[in-house]
């Protein structure tokens, strides 16, 4: 074994450079900088000195006013801050100046990553001996504070005007009869015109009672998105990749998927097998199976599919199943953790996330509502969209509403109880229960027992 040298980090001093900090503090206040603009990357974490930082924190107090940070105002700004100094030595840490700014805040910059990734080598080594945290939660904390470390704060920071202009551009979409879908097709016609597909950014949330179809909705979907060009990734808790991709192979080619893994193929089913499949071989749907059903494993994989692969949404399947690292919590503080860390994910990477969850049962009335998310309240409230799935035919009973009536047999109704900006909706679909496909239909199929409207 090779022989490793020790290294003790925690008596290296951090990396620094007091004269470029002097330079920097010193241009900031100089005419040079008359405009007040200030690099987006320099921040108070680029000063080492404490002094050199409060006397940055100072200059920015009084751009912010907009006025000019010569030393008799920044000299006051730290009275008013309540910092003790002496005056010759602010005076000397203002005596600088460069007209490399630029060239010396990047060296600043780069210190202070340096600096960062000292604490977190600190942070790892400390915990290298230590059970107090779990490994995963170890990883997350030191892979977040990596992830986080380059990302400029001002890159999502945008004017009404901005938001506006989006607005105008959209309006004259429509009235030029150009396409309103501004997000991933799901397939599903009325979703899609009312939401403009799955917008980037969203956390949805696919609910039903077990056995209702909600991996069969979201392979529907992520099929249909994936046909578009839409990349995607599946963790699933429950079912290998050649069971997902076999459900997936069933909806293209007519087949049903358990003949298709568990039996000999006709003739005649083996040729549109053999079409579908060439039509699946090279859409951009990934599978992780070495994620494990721990949800800060997810993220991790999820931030590296953006990293390597730019995909455009992820699907876990499904959340009461994920493991959380959260001691002394109980179920519901849980799920709605793992909402929110999903929500916040997907809003921090621009991608959609779907994420399924099980419905508590209710024999007196089976007609799904968003107050039956199992284990959590907190899911419906993290969550953009809540789609319900209802098929009254498995439990022999009628459409409600508005839908009475509809012909259940080979039905679904999709209700969409809760749309952030796109409101409420329910909308009646196909399923074919064979290949397990969810899909459009053109025409509503009445029931038998209704009576004709002799109008």
């Known amino acids: 074994m090779a022989k490793t040298e020790k290294i003790l980090i925690d008596n290296i001093c951090?990396?620094?450079?007091?004269?470029?900090?002097?330079?920097?503090?010193?241009?900031?206040?100089?005419?040079?900088?008359?405009?007040?603009?200030?690099?987006?990357?320099?921040?108070?974490?680029?000063?080492?000195?404490?002094?050199?930082?409060?006397?940055?924190?100072?200059?920015?107090?009084?751009?912010?006013?907009?006025?000019h940070p010569e030393p008799i105002a920044i000299k006051g700004c730290l009275d008013k801050m309540g910092i003790s100094f002496n005056v010759?030595?602010?005076?000397?840490?203002?005596?600088?100046?460069?007209?490399?700014?630029?060239?010396?805040?990047?060296?600043?910059?780069?210190?202070?990553?340096?600096?960062?990734?000292?604490?977190?080598?600190?942070?790892?080594?400390?915990?290298?001996?230590?059970?107090?945290?779990?490994?995963?939660q170890v990883q997350t904390k030191a892979v977040e504070s990596l992830s986080g470390m380059f990302r400029q704060s001002s890159d999502n920071i945008y004017t009404l005007k901005d938001g506006l202009t989006g607005v105008h551009q959209q309006v004259n979409r429509n009235l030029s009869g150009q396409t309103s879908l501004t997000g991933t097709p799901t397939g599903f016609e009325q979703f899609d015109r009312r939401s403009g597909g799955l917008q980037k950014s969203d956390l949805i949330i696919i609910a039903a009672e077990q056995s209702m179809g909600k991996t069969s909705l979201l392979m529907s979907i992520l099929r249909f998105a994936a046909l578009s060009g839409t990349k995607s990734i599946i963790y699933s808790m429950e079912m290998r990749k050649e069971q997902i991709a076999s459900r997936l192979a069933s909806i293209e080619s007519g087949v049903p998927a358990n003949q298709i893994m568990y039996s000999q193929l006709t003739s005649s089913q083996l040729q549109s097998f053999d079409k579908g499949l060439a039509r699946l071989l090279h859409l951009p749907i990934y599978f992780d199976d070495n994620s494990t059903s721990n949800i800060d494993s997810i993220i991790n994989s999820i931030r590296y599919m953006k990293r390597k692969y730019d995909i455009d949404g992820a699907a876990v399947d499904y959340l009461q199943i994920l493991n959380v690292n959260m001691k002394g919590a109980n179920k519901e503080q849980q799920m709605g953790d793992v909402a929110r860390r999903l929500k916040n994910l997907a809003k921090e990477l621009d991608i959609w996330i779907i994420a399924l969850s099980q419905l508590n049962r209710d024999k007196d009335n089976p007609?799904?509502?968003?107050?039956?998310?199992?284990?959590?309240?907190?899911?419906?409230?993290?969550?953009?969209?809540?789609?319900?799935i209802y098929r009254p035919e498995v439990k022999g009973k009628p459409y409600p509403g508005d839908f009475s009536h509809v012909d259940t047999k080979s039905t679904a109704m999709i209700d969409v109880a809760k749309g952030r900006n796109i409101g409420i909706m329910k909308f009646i679909c196909k399923f074919d229960a064979p290949t397990t496909h969810f899909y459009d239909l053109q025409d509503i199929p009445i029931s038998a027992n209704v009576e004709p409207d002799p109008f």
């Open 14 to 67: 951090p990396l620094h450079d007091l004269e470029c900090e002097k330079a920097v503090l010193g241009t900031l206040t100089s005419p040079v900088l008359s405009n007040g603009e200030i690099p987006e990357n320099l921040t108070e974490d680029c000063f080492f000195d404490e002094f050199n930082r409060n006397i940055f924190r100072a200059i920015l107090a009084i751009i912010s006013r907009g006025d």
């Open 88 to 136: 010759a030595e602010l005076l000397k840490r203002l005596d600088g100046m460069t007209l490399d700014f630029n060239q010396y805040v990047n060296r600043l910059f780069d210190l202070s990553v340096h600096r960062k990734f000292r604490e977190i080598g600190l942070y790892l080594l400390k915990h290298s001996a230590s059970e107090e945290e779990d490994i995963e």
């Open 367 to 388: 007609i799904p509502s968003i107050a039956r998310l199992r284990d959590s309240g907190q899911i419906a409230e993290a969550a953009d969209v809540v789609m319900l």
